[in-house]
Structures are given as structure tokens and as C-alpha cells.
């Protein structure tokens, strides 16, 4: 019996979706939606972003400071593979739009024990130096501007964004529409187009993209997603003469990122099945408390035993059972399972139908705790499937791709007889 990798995956073949008006709807104003909308206005789209709040970047994408934190893994898997591409494309992109509130001020990674450690040490043998070095506590008190006792990684081009402000440069282009206040309620399909039933009346487009963050399952054909909700907040503190001299990202467990405007972001608190939006002062001390642990002499610098806690911010990160994103078409749930329920019995039957999907249904969340470096690149991926343009060069290999696929969940379900 051949392999099943061997004969191609028919459950991951692209959608034939082709919309010849060259326009699309975008659910959802974060970081995930409006990196999908510049990458289809880069291609000559009109894109309208429907948001539900007053402003974009409410939600997950609302904190002041996001680190471009890149997790490797000495392995390659796919992981890590995206993410280096992610992180790539993100300090590109960054250094092309030009926004003020960016800065490519280094991220430093603490080795927080000896298994990290050794990691830390493989990846230096294995990638150049501009992405990053293995250094000892010393050299990375020179670089942080205080005292570090851990070893750790430095990535000298990463940097901390301003998420909102990454969003509003994303979206400020002639062919993006953004309605605010349109909180979505349905979608449906109508002859050959998708309807949109919100708050500010309805919305029709051959093609749409979900991008709702936490909320991305809400609709009906979204449901088999299976996406997770985990509440973090951030912990504002005022800058003191000595924090001041903070220069770079400092991540152990938990981070900080150096002042601005008199302020420092620490994150952030990591809470399951916790819905609550509330800003808590027990969130704001086991902020402190990593600081103190993993960084004590920052801690020491913004205040020790006299910080000064300006302020607070809870949002959910949406995580996925493998960690990489949701990017791509949706297909219909039942008649996915109905067309490769033989693979429950024989995985490695060689079947070869192409699923069922919805014409013009796609999706990006997923983002976790990297949407820095994982909302935009997967815009661009999103945008190549949908448009079909192969001038831009995709910038990830197709294996990848079919990581990232929504349908990967099903497919694996079914062949563990599952589903
Ligand atoms: C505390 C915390 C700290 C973080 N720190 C970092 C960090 O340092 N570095 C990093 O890379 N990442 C970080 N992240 C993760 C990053 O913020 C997210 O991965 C990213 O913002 C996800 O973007 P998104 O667009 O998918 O989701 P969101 O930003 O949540 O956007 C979804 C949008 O959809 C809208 N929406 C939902 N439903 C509807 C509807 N029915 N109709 C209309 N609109 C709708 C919402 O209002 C929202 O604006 C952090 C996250 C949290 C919570």
C-alpha cells in the first residue's frame, strides 16, 4: 500500500475560488484582519474591514508595546519554520511602512533552565548572527543597559511594535474601506455571493475573510475550529532614571520592553477557561513577581518595593492545538468527514476528491502569543490563495502551507478515528 505522503493530500488542495471583481470583506479590525487587507490591497483589491468596536486594534491587538518574539525550536518543525519566516517578513514590513511607534531596539531571550539553555546554544550553531547570538549574562548586560544573571539569545533586529499603530499603517491605503461599530451577527451564502447581516445594515462580496480573533468560530461554518480563548494582562508601570537606562526587549518568563513615554509594558499573566475582562491587582503583582524572579535588577530599577503601576490591559490570545495559525478556505464539515470517512478504517487509502469548500470563505486567527510576527505573513499568504497572483512571491514552501491549513484538525481526527 503506498503512503498516504507520498500520494498528495487531496484534503489540503487550494480552493478554486475567483472573484473577477477583485473585492472582499474583512471580519475582524485586529492585527490578523488588517495584515489580510493590506496584502489583497497590495494586489490591486478593495477590501472593507467590518470591526464591531469604535476603534480597530480593540482587542487582542490593543496593547501598547508588543514584543517580535521569535521561539525557535533547534529542530525545524514547521513551528519553527513559520515563525522564522514570520519574523523575517514582519521586520520588513515594519522597516517598509515607516511607523513612529516601532522600535528595532534587540530582544533579548533568558536561558530560564539548562534544557533552554542547550537549545539557545544549538540555535546559535545553526543560524547567521544578524538573526541572533548565544551570549553569556555579561555581554547581555552590556547590550540590555542592566544587569542580566542569565545567559540567553539576542536578536539584534527585533524590537517592540505599537500593535494599534501597526494596524492604522496597515490600513492606510486608497482601496481599504474600515466600518466601525459593525459588530457581524451572520453570514449566509446567496447566489454566488456571501451576505452580511451587522449592526450597520448588510454587506455583499463574493469573498470574505474571517479575522474575529477569539470569535473566529462563532459562525456556523466556522464551528469545527478548534480554537481556545487565554486571558493575559499587561502591567503599565512608570519609568524611573534607572529603568531609563532599559535598551532592549528582555523576555524570561514574562517581559519587559524598554520606556516609552515614561512608561514600561510588562507581560503578561497566561489564565485558561477565564473570560473576565476585569483588571486585577493580583494579575499586575505576578507580572511583577516574573520580573522579580527571571529580571531583578529591572525590577529594582522601576521601583522595587515603590513601583508605580500606571495602568493595565486584559485582552485573550486565541491558541490552537498545535500552536501554528489558521490560514486559508473553509470547507463544509460534513461533507469533508463524508468524502474521507474511508481514511478512519485505512489511513493510507489513496483517495484522491478534493474537498467540498465554501466559494469565498477564508480564514486567519489563531495567532496566539506571536501575532507580531504571525498576523502579517499569514495576510500574505491568505492573499495569494485568494487571488491566485503568483507575481508575489509566496514566501513559504507548500509543506507549509498545508501546516497552517484550517482542515489539518479534521483530517487528523479522522484518520485517529475521532471524528
Ligand atoms: C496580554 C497579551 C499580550 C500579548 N503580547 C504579545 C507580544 O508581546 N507579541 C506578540 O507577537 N503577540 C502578543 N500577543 C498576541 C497578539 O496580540 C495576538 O496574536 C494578535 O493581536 C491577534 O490578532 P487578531 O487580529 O487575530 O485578533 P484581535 O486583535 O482580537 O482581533 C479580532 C477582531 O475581530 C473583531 N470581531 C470579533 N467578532 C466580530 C464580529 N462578529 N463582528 C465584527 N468584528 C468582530 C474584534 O472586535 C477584534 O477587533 C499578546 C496577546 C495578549 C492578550
Avoid at 551570549?135 to 540590555?144: D, G, T, V
Avoid at 511594535?161 to 501597526?166: Q, S, T
Avoid at 499587561?234 to 532592549?248: D, E, M
Avoid at 479534521?410 to 475521532?418: A, E, F, G
Wanted: one cysteine or more.
Amino acid at each position: 500500500m503506498p503512503d498516504i505522503k507520498q500520494l498528495g493530500k487531496p484534503w489540503f488542495s487550494q480552493a478554486d475560488h475567483r472573484n473577477p471583481e477583485k473585492s472582499a470583506i474583512v471580519i475582524g479590525g485586529g492585527l490578523a484582519g488588517c495584515s489580510t487587507a493590506y496584502s489583497l490591497a497590495k494586489r490591486g483589491w478593495q477590501v472593507t474591514i467590518l470591526e464591531q468596536h469604535e476603534a480597530l486594534a480593540s482587542e487582542a491587538s490593543g496593547n501598547p508595546q508588543g514584543v517580535l518574539y521569535a521561539k525557535l525550536s533547534a529542530d525545524n518543525t514547521p513551528l519553527s519554520q513559520f515563525i522564522l519566516h514570520g519574523y523575517h517578513y514582519s521586520i520588513d514590513l515594519l522597516k517598509q511602512l515607516n511607523i513612529q511607534d516601532w522600535q528595532q531596539c534587540g530582544v533579548v531571550q533568558l536561558a530560564v533552565n539548562d534544557k533552554t539553555n542547550q537549545r539557545y546554544q544549538a540555535l546559535d550553531a545553526q543560524h547567521p548572527d544578524d538573526l541572533l547570538q548565544y551570549m553569556n549574562a555579561q555581554q547581555l548586560s552590556e547590550i540590555a543597559g542592566l544587569d542580566i544573571h542569565h545567559s540567553g539569545l539576542f536578536f539584534p533586529a527585533a524590537g517592540w511594535v505599537h500593535p494599534p499603530a501597526l494596524c492604522r499603517a496597515l490600513v492606510d491605503h486608497s482601496t481599504i474601506k474600515t466600518v466601525k461599530n459593525s459588530l457581524v451577527n451572520e453570514i449566509s451564502p446567496e447566489n454566488n455571493e456571501w451576505v452580511i447581516k451587522s449592526d450597520s445594515g448588510e454587506f455583499r462580496s463574493k469573498t470574505i475573510i474571517i479575522a474575529q480573533g477569539t470569535a473566529s468560530s462563532r459562525f456556523n461554518q466556522l464551528r469545527y475550529l478548534p480554537l481556545k480563548s487565554i486571558r493575559g494582562q499587561i502591567t503599565r508601570v512608570k519609568a524611573t532614571h534607572q529603568s531609563q537606562k532599559l535598551s532592549t526587549c528582555v523576555c524570561g518568563e514574562g517581559y519587559i520592553a524598554p520606556a516609552i513615554k515614561g512608561e514600561h509594558t510588562l507581560g503578561a499573566t497566561f489564565h485558561f477557561n477565564d473570560a473576565s475582562l476585569a483588571i486585577r491587582d493580583q494579575d499586575h503583582q505576578e507580572n511583577l513577581n516574573m520580573q522579580q524572579q527571571w529580571f531583578p535588577t529591572s525590577y529594582d530599577a522601576i521601583g522595587g518595593d515603590h513601583i508605580e503601576i500606571t495602568g493595565g490591559r486584559t485582552g485573550f490570545r486565541c491558541t490552537t492545538p498545535d500552536y501554528l495559525p489558521i490560514v486559508g478556505p473553509v470547507v463544509h464539515h460534513q461533507s469533508f468527514l463524508d468524502t474521507y470517512a474511508p481514511l478512519r478504517k485505512n489511513s493510507k487509502l489513496p483517495l484522491t476528491d478534493k474537498p467540498d469548500y465554501f466559494d469565498g470563505l477564508y480564514v486567519t486567527t489563531g495567532h496566539g502569543s506571536r501575532g507580531m510576527i504571525s498576523c502579517p505573513i499569514s495576510g500574505e499568504i491568505l492573499a495569494d490563495m485568494i487571488t491566485g497572483d503568483e507575481s508575489y512571491t509566496n514566501p513559504l514552501p507548500a509543506t507549509l502551507k498545508e501546516a497552517l491549513h484550517p482542515s489539518r484538525f479534521l483530517i487528523r481526527d479522522l484518520i485517529k478515528n475521532k471524528q
